[in-house]
């Protein structure tokens, strides 16, 4: 902006003034100069004419040379009045480069005013839409700051809450730790327990694997795999055959009899389930013997008997049945 109260000389105008203030100072420079040489050529007149004078009995040899004098001073009179005239045109000329200079100023001067007067009232009308625009910037940074002030408060408040949340969950990590501690502690007495327990029970399932190994050895079994077609008979083993009259594949059952030797007893099959065992003991030794279907196709039958083992298969057995029905 521009002050009112003071004139601003631009640079150009002062550079024009500087200009002009040279120029001035050569062209007096140049005037003296002229008026030096005039003043020298009228003292140098002088000079040779006092020095004529004391000359005088030569007076005559210089008398005869005064035509020449006589023209020499002419023609230094015409130089000099040339210059003379030379030199006033050329003070016209100064003067009329002064005026134009004078006139060239003010016409400066007058357009210096009126661009003044433009960047003032240009100045004016920056400074009023700054100002608008400074205002509005400064009510939206209000308006955010207000916005960033709730927002801060509820930020505050949320804060808050974290924090009273990570205090109790602290807390709560804190008794989860010490309960964590005591589980720990009781795991290991229950693990020193145990392993007590474990030995114990090791010492138990020895003693019990070896009553396992003598009864295993009393129950040994063999097993006879059989597959008899539907309508056919078939001996598994000494004494003891097997009859299929008919099959329910749908429901795994089977029709049929099965012969057992020497007592000359008939077991009837009817509707009789896979993995449901026909259990018989025999007469003499007391030992156990199984017939059990394991699968039931539309031709065949398949499954197996299950024979003490070494045992005789000439000996009679006594017959019951698991799941089925006996007819004799």
Known sequence: MYDNDHEVELPSERRRRAEMFEESEEHHT???????????????????????LTRLPAMPATLAQFPKLQ?????????????????????AGQQELQQNVTELQKQVESRFQAV????????????????????????????????LESTSEAE??????????????????????????????????????RDQQLVSLNQRLTDES??????????????VDFEVTKNHSQQL?????????????????????????????????????AQQPVVFYGYHDSKRRE???????????????????????????SLTKTGSRLDR
């Open 237 to 273: 083993a000494a004494g003891v055959s097997l009859g299929i009259t008919g099959t329910d594949v749908s429901h795994r059952r089977v029709n049929g009899w099965m012969w057992v030797m020497p007592d000359r007893r008939t077991v009837w099959l009817r509707g009789q389930g």
């Open 210 to 223: 070896r009553d396992v190994d003598s009864l295993a050895k009393k129950l040994e079994v063999k097993r």
């Open 30 to 52: 140049i005037r003296w100069i002229v008026i030096a040489i005039v003043a020298a050529a009228f003292i140098g007149l002088g000079w040779y004419t006092s020095d004529a």
């Open 116 to 147: 003044r007067q433009q960047a003032r009232a240009l100045s004016a009308e920056v400074y009023k839409r700054i100002h608008a625009e400074i205002a509005a910037e400064t009510q939206g940074m209000q308006t955010r700051l207000t916005r």
């Open 156 to 193: 505050q408040a949320r804060v808050e809450k974290l924090q009273t949340e990570l205090a109790e969950l602290r807390e709560e990590t804190a008794r989860q730790a010490a309960q964590l501690r005591v589980a720990r502690d009781q795991v290991e007495h229950d693990g020193a327990s």
């Open 71 to 91: 023209t020499s001073f002419a023609e230094l009179h015409g130089r000099v009045t040339g210059t003379e005239a030379k030199l006033q045109g050329w003070l």
């Open 291 to 317: 017939l059990v279907i394991t699968n039931v196709s539309k031709n065949s039958v398949s499954g197996y008997l299950l024979l003490p083992a070494g045992s005789d298969s000439n000996t009679s057995a």
